[in-house]
């Protein structure tokens, strides 16, 4: 043993030359390697090296890229529902001959950008609730250029190898532009500025969430510093984010009334809380909200659909919850009916129980053309890296495939007003769910007070009989109807038989008497 001992030997990082066990380097990583293996080469010294250089990168916090579709989910999906089909945003698709059309378009939009005037007179049915000022496209540009070295890194360096300083900065600022002028138009109810066919209009919504297709939001935040005050350019985006995924808003009572009119109070309250905090606050409110921006518009649209502290807990576990229901018409058999929620996130699920039966609360949600595109591409948007462990919308797809099997299910969810379906059969949505939820795996911490509660009463044998005899014998209202006529007839029945009896006792009493 003594004589291996001494015959060990210490290799540096750098020149992977040997030293003795007494020589102390403090500033060296030092990788202990016995004689008795082989010889090192130098290819293999350059490999440690590079392995070596990679501590610096443990426990640090890498800017969340904005990166391509995971190749797992193009080899499932045809490339259709993620590539653009009328206009590119960002370096990943950028100069594809079938999207050269709407690139003459984007200086366009741009200039209508920088010279947007809220001042000036409006057309008829164009909104005037969002002020905007004109700016220099001069002035546009030097505040996206100042911000390309740290805009750059949210790509990887082999997308925009190719595209110089110059080159870059000029993209972003006409994406960014042609973003938030269309955002503008359609907000607003401008659509003649925009100069475009109805279905180019429709597609470019599909297009700007796309997961290639993104842009940093640092761009879109500077650019609406310039011309929006006091965060309105979020709230125009938010609210065209918004309106694409409610329903109809229905007409609001008295007590729903005054509950909005407290709520516009507050706002305004807080607004001029926000005026007399001072410039030194406003300041560092600035930097705050630096880090709190979404990575870009597809991440915006996932907070909106769910709340990001519904599922704080991540992680996938190889075992999980087994549902012993398959279906929305299963649920129903057992004494569960469904509800439309008022919130518009897919996080807000409830389950109600009662003595005999169940109310399980969903989320309304429109289905339609543009709905496969979407899904697909938010699922791969939590399938990269540097994204939330929290699969929050992966779960939520699972959780309606479990209750989406047949046209059936659809029409049961359809007719609560549940699904809005806007794309067709009732065949085609539920194979839309069918087709996206294979292969996918949740969060297992997703939904699980609601899938217990529900697994609770299904296997509840005294709650499922009571079910079953309502749905066998008074399933429709004509059976109601009669079971209610069949009881009044006894009851009258009963009723004539007791008086005839009570008569009959008074007769027989007083003969007696007498």
Request: net charge neutral; glycine share 4%; charged share 25%.
């Amino acid at each position: 043993m003594d004589k291996q001992s001494a015959k060990r030997t210490m290799v540096t990082n750098e020149e992977g030359r040997s030293i003795g066990t007494n020589e102390i380097f403090a500033d060296e990583h030092l990788i202990t390697i016995h004689q008795d293996s082989q010889e090192i080469s130098e290819n293999e010294r350059q490999w440690l090296h590079t392995l070596e250089k990679r501590r610096g990168d443990i426990g640090s916090m890498q800017k969340p890229k904005i990166q391509k579709v995971p190749k797992m989910h193009r080899e499932i999906e045809a490339n259709v529902s993620y590539d653009p089909l009328v206009v590119s945003i960002g370096p990943f698709h950028h100069g594809k001959p079938e999207l050269q059309l709407t690139e003459k378009r984007k200086e366009l939009l741009a200039i209508q950008f920088a010279d947007q005037n809220s001042t000036k007179e409006r057309p008829e049915g164009v909104l005037k609730w969002l002020p905007t000022t004109s700016v220099s496209i001069d002035v546009l540009y030097k505040k996206v250029k100042n911000i390309v070295p740290s805009v750059r890194e949210c790509y990887d360096d082999e997308v925009i190898k190719k595209y110089s300083h110059e080159e870059f900065a000029q993209m972003m600022l006409l994406d960014g532009c042609f973003i938030l002028q269309y955002f503008h138009c359609i907000v607003t109810g401008n659509y003649e500025e925009l100069k475009m066919k109805s279905h180019d209009i429709a597609f470019i919504h599909r297009d700007l969430f796309l997961l290639e297709n993104q842009l940093p939001f640092e761009v879109l935040q500077v650019l609406m510093s310039c011309k929006f005050k006091n965060n309105e350019g979020m709230g125009m985006i938010k609210k065209f984010i918004s309106s694409a995924h409610t329903k109809p808003t229905q007409p609001h009572g008295f007590i729903q009334s005054i509950n909005k009119f407290f709520l516009d109070i507050c706002k305004v309250m807080k607004f001029f809380r926000k005026i007399c905090g001072g410039e030194e606050s406003s300041l560092t409110k600035q930097e705050s909200m630096k880090s709190l921006l979404p990575a870009h518009l597809l991440e915006l649209l996932k907070t909106h659909l769910i709340d990001p502290k519904a599922f704080s807990e991540g992680g996938c576990y190889l075992t999980g919850e087994w549902c012993s229901y398959s279906s929305a018409i299963e649920l129903r058999r057992a004494g569960i009916h469904f509800r439309p929620g008022k919130s518009h996130r897919l996080s807000d699920v409830k389950f109600t129980s009662f003595h005999c039966s169940g109310q399980l609360t969903l989320p309304p949600i429109t289905i339609d053309d543009s709905t496969k595109s979407e899904f697909l591409n938010l699922v791969a948007y939590e399938a990269c890296p540097n994204t939330p462990d929290d699969f929050a919308f992966t779960s939520y797809l699972s959780f309606v495939d479990s209750l989406v099997d047949q046209p059936e299910d659809v029409k049961e969810l359809r007719s609560k007003g549940i699904l809005l379906n806007f794309l067709g059969s009732d065949q085609e949505v539920a194979d839309l769910f069918n087709e996206i939820a294979r292969d996918l795996v949740p969060n297992p911490h997703a939904y699980v007070d609601v899938k217990a509660k529900i697994e609770n009463h299904y296997n509840n044998k005294g709650k499922i009989w009571i079910a079953e005899r309502k749905n066998t014998h008074f399933n429709t209202p004509w059976t109601v109807v009669a079971f209610i006529a069949a009881l009044f007839v006894i009851c009258l029945q009963v009723s004539d038989t007791l008086l005839a009896g009570v008569q009959t006792y008074y007769a027989a009493h007083q003969k007696g008497n007498n």
